[in-house]
């Protein structure tokens, strides 16, 4: 029942049809553009929180996007994915992106930085030392690991 406008875009909030994982008919979840966006076939994938997906984009199998993630484009969330999203953080109020990432495991995207918890950290260092905007960046860091896990793969 509920919309709201997004850039020109109307967004639904969804809402459980019927009751799955920790899901219970009738809770209210995120806000998606078109049915499509949230692919129920298999798997339990979830849009909750202020989280929106609209697009192309398309969430499916056991992924789950929340807090105030966007998902846009042709963008695919799926499998097991997990997608943090914080904001805002540091000097530049910036939005912290946290997902799984095949190849390093859990990537850590801001500005123009992307990489692993190790470089992040580094760089939070460098830039901020153990000053409030770093003690911010921290703690966002320490909820995601708890939240999103690890997607790599071992070699």
């Given at each position: 029942?509920e919309?709201?406008?997004v850039f020109g875009v109307?967004?639904r909030q969804?809402?459980a049809l019927?009751?799955?994982?920790?899901i219970?008919s009738?809770?209210?979840?995120?806000?998606?553009?078109d049915?499509?966006n949230?692919?129920q076939?298999?798997?339990n994938?979830r849009?909750f929180?202020?989280a929106?997906v609209s697009g192309?984009a398309?969430?499916s199998?056991?992924?789950?996007?929340?807090g105030?993630a966007?998902?846009?484009?042709?963008?695919w969330?799926?499998?097991?994915?997990?997608?943090?999203?914080?904001?805002?953080?540091g000097?530049?109020r910036?939005?912290?992106?946290?997902h799984?990432?095949i190849?390093?495991?859990i990537?850590?995207?801001?500005?123009?930085?992307?990489?692993?918890?190790h470089?992040?950290?580094k760089?939070i260092?460098?830039?901020h030392?153990d000053?409030d905007f770093?003690r911010?960046y921290?703690?966002?860091i320490?909820?995601?690991l708890?939240?999103v896990?690890?997607?790599?793969?071992a070699?």
């Amino acid at each position: 029942g509920e919309t709201k406008v997004v850039f020109g875009v109307v967004l639904r909030q969804i809402r459980a049809l019927v009751s799955f994982g920790t899901i219970v008919s009738g809770e209210v979840g995120g806000w998606i553009e078109d049915e499509k966006n949230l692919a129920q076939v298999s798997g339990n994938a979830r849009v909750f929180g202020n989280a929106q997906v609209s697009g192309n984009a398309r969430v499916s199998g056991n992924a789950r996007v929340s807090g105030d993630a966007w998902v846009s484009g042709d963008a695919w969330v799926s499998g097991n994915a997990d997608l943090f999203f914080a904001a805002p953080l540091g000097s530049r109020r910036a939005c912290l992106t946290i997902h799984s990432d095949i190849e390093i495991g859990i990537r850590f995207t801001t500005g123009c930085f992307s990489g692993t918890e190790h470089q992040f950290k580094k760089a939070i260092q460098k830039t901020h030392g153990d000053n409030d905007f770093a003690r911010q960046y921290l703690a966002a860091i320490n909820l995601a690991l708890v939240v999103v896990k690890s997607a790599k793969v071992a070699s």
